[in-house]
């Protein structure tokens, strides 16, 4: 059976030094249509999802559709991850996108859980870019580097 927790701690303050320890249950995400919010129709969001149940659901979504994957925090906080864009010259076609916004939180990029998830996204999504703002960037070779 596959649950739908996946549970982390981190270390604060001095590495090596453990001062506190927190326990955090992690779920994912995946939302079917950004585009949605443009034009004022609703966009479904599923969550709830192990990370490999977000993945098989985001892979069955269209290409064409501005979709994400995102993880959550006790449910209460989310980042999105990846973001499929349809491709300017090729609107039949998208790119699977890493968004590194969690390499600026402390609490997500010190997470071993979104580590682990953004190392398999990479892989199960063949994911080559990386969208800061309006750039797009190459994906680094090392998971949770971006230069």
Known sequence: MIYNIYLDWMEY?????????????????????????????????????????????YRALPHTQEK???????????????????????????????????????GWRRSRVVAAAVAMLKRELSIEHILDGELVLPCPDEPGVVR
Do not use: W
């Open 13 to 57: 303050d001095k590495p090596g030094v453990m001062h506190s320890m927190a326990v955090h249950r992690y779920t994912f995400y995946v939302i079917d249509d950004l585009c949605h919010v443009e034009s004022g129709r609703p966009f479904v969001a599923t969550s709830g999802l192990t990370l490999e149940e977000a993945v098989q659901y």
């Open 68 to 106: 994400a994957l995102g993880i959550s925090a006790d449910g209460v906080r989310s980042i999105e991850l990846v973001v499929c864009h349809p491709v300017p010259a090729d609107p039949t076609t998208g790119r699977n996108m890493l968004l590194p916004t969690y390499l600026g939180r402390s």
